[in-house]
């Protein structure tokens, strides 16, 4: 089989950090051939997520991937696996070779390829790794123990939503905060115990008084600004209202208060292979059984990603599920 003559691709071309959709272009790459270890994917749909405006922003380290983390793709030429099986491809060697999940077609290691079972769709697969990961790695890192709470912001978010379902399924109890009140009975329904507009009161009073003076255990934040008010730890994993906070000393030195940064990538970085294993067994096997369930959003073809780019900055990301580009 002859190479492809070529491929549409979203390429990073700088940052920009008021209008990142321009950071970036549209162009054509030559679409190569495999090696014999290597297997040619066409990809079907991929997301756009914040890390990926964070990076056209220029607020994330160079030698972070940039254009496309995460996507569903389909075999198209490897004799060693079936034609038409849809794969997760991984896209950690892409700060090497410049090349994300943002193209069409993309050579990728046979090894570093993740099977998809027929039951999950394809826009479920396509956000297999980025949020489900993140959920796992932090509920680990916080290991709450059950009954116990955590405060999360951001509680509307794709990531928020599963957070919520998977702390339920684990035994633990959410504490929410949002900025709409239409939110409330809604993640509700996706098992949150208590949702609070941090708009309308002290979110301080109102913690203490859902956890009887104890506060929560712990808490994540992907916001920013005023931490450590209303639980012991917290991990910081993203930066929604920009790359300052502010914490409370007296509670870092009185309370025994932790902050600390989360990024999924470094989490997995030191996994053996069987710990790698246990992790995609265990988010498939979440996804399979709708424990925690991918919110769906716009899709946009790969010729309209300023479109999709503009989605995802908006002033209420993915509160209507995850953007994606798609091939046509």
Same mark, same amino acid.
Request: charged content about 20%; overall charge neutral.
């Given at each position: 089989?002859?190479?492809?003559?070529?491929? +549409?691709a979203?390429?990073?071309?700088?940052?920009? =950090?008021?209008?990142?959709?321009? &950071?970036? =272009?549209?162009?054509?790459?030559?679409?190569?051939?495999?090696g014999?270890?290597?297997v040619?994917?066409?990809?079907?749909c991929?997301?756009?997520?914040?890390?990926?405006?964070?990076?056209?922003?220029?607020?994330?380290?160079?030698?972070?991937?940039?254009?496309?983390?995460?996507?569903?793709?389909?075999?198209?030429?490897?004799?060693?696996?079936?034609?038409?099986q849809?794969?997760?491809?991984?896209?950690?060697?892409? #700060? %090497?070779?410049g090349q994300?999940?943002?193209?069409?077609?993309?050579?990728?290691?046979?090894?570093?390829?993740?099977s998809?079972? #027929?039951f999950i769709?394809?826009e479920?697969?396509? %956000?297999?790794?980025?949020?489900?990961?993140?959920?796992?790695?932090?509920?680990?890192?916080?290991?709450?123990p059950?009954?116990?709470?955590?405060?999360?912001? &951001?509680?509307a978010?794709? +990531?928020?939503?599963?957070?919520?379902?998977?702390?339920h399924h %684990?035994?633990?109890?959410?504490i929410?905060l949002?900025? =709409?009140?239409?939110?409330i009975?809604?993640?509700k329904?996706?098992?949150? #115990?208590?949702?609070?507009?941090?708009?309308d009161?002290d979110v301080?009073?109102?913690?203490?008084?859902?956890?009887?003076?104890?506060?929560?255990?712990?808490?994540?934040?992907?916001?920013?600004g005023?931490l450590?008010?209303?639980?012991?730890?917290?991990?910081?994993?993203?930066?929604?209202?920009?790359?300052?906070?502010?914490?409370?000393?007296?509670?870092?030195?009185?309370?025994?208060?932790? +902050?600390?940064?989360?990024?999924?990538?470094?989490?997995?970085?030191?996994?053996?292979?069987?710990?790698?294993?246990?992790?995609?067994?265990?988010?498939?096997? +979440?996804?399979g059984q709708?424990?925690?369930?991918?919110?769906?959003?716009?899709?946009? =073809?790969?010729?309209?990603?300023? #479109?999709?780019?503009?989605?995802e900055?908006?002033?209420?990301?993915?509160?209507?599920?995850?953007?994606?580009?798609v091939?046509?």
């Amino acid at each position: 089989m002859a190479s492809l003559k070529a491929h +549409l691709a979203v390429e990073m071309t700088g940052s920009n =950090r008021q209008e990142p959709w321009e &950071a970036c =272009r549209l162009g054509k790459r030559l679409t190569p051939s495999p090696g014999p270890s290597e297997v040619l994917v066409r990809v079907l749909c991929t997301p756009v997520n914040p890390a990926n405006v964070f990076a056209l922003q220029g607020l994330y380290p160079t030698w972070l991937p940039k254009e496309g983390i995460e996507g569903i793709s389909v075999i198209v030429w490897k004799l060693s696996w079936s034609f038409g099986q849809r794969v997760i491809p991984l896209s950690d060697n892409a #700060d %090497q070779t410049g090349q994300g999940l943002w193209q069409e077609f993309k050579v990728v290691p046979a090894t570093r390829v993740i099977s998809v079972p #027929d039951f999950i769709p394809n826009e479920v697969a396509a %956000q297999f790794i980025v949020n489900p990961w993140t959920v796992i790695g932090i509920f680990r890192t916080l290991a709450t123990p059950k009954e116990e709470y955590i405060l999360q912001t &951001a509680a509307a978010s794709v +990531l928020g939503r599963m957070f919520i379902q998977y702390a339920h399924h %684990q035994g633990v109890k959410t504490i929410n905060l949002v900025r =709409r009140n239409e939110h409330i009975e809604e993640l509700k329904a996706h098992g949150a #115990d208590e949702v609070i507009n941090f708009n309308d009161g002290d979110v301080v009073a109102k913690v203490r008084k859902i956890t009887g003076g104890r506060m929560a255990y712990g808490a994540i934040d992907c916001v920013g600004g005023e931490l450590t008010k209303g639980w012991r730890d917290c991990l910081i994993y993203g930066a929604l209202a920009g790359t300052d906070l502010k914490a409370g000393i007296l509670d870092l030195i009185f309370r025994g208060v932790k +902050l600390e940064g989360f990024h999924m990538g470094m989490w997995i970085s030191s996994f053996s292979t069987e710990q790698f294993q246990e992790l995609v067994a265990h988010a498939m096997s +979440l996804l399979g059984q709708k424990v925690i369930e991918p919110l769906v959003g716009q899709k946009f =073809r790969f010729q309209d990603f300023k #479109d999709a780019i503009k989605e995802e900055s908006g002033t209420e990301p993915q509160h209507g599920g995850k953007v994606r580009l798609v091939s046509e």
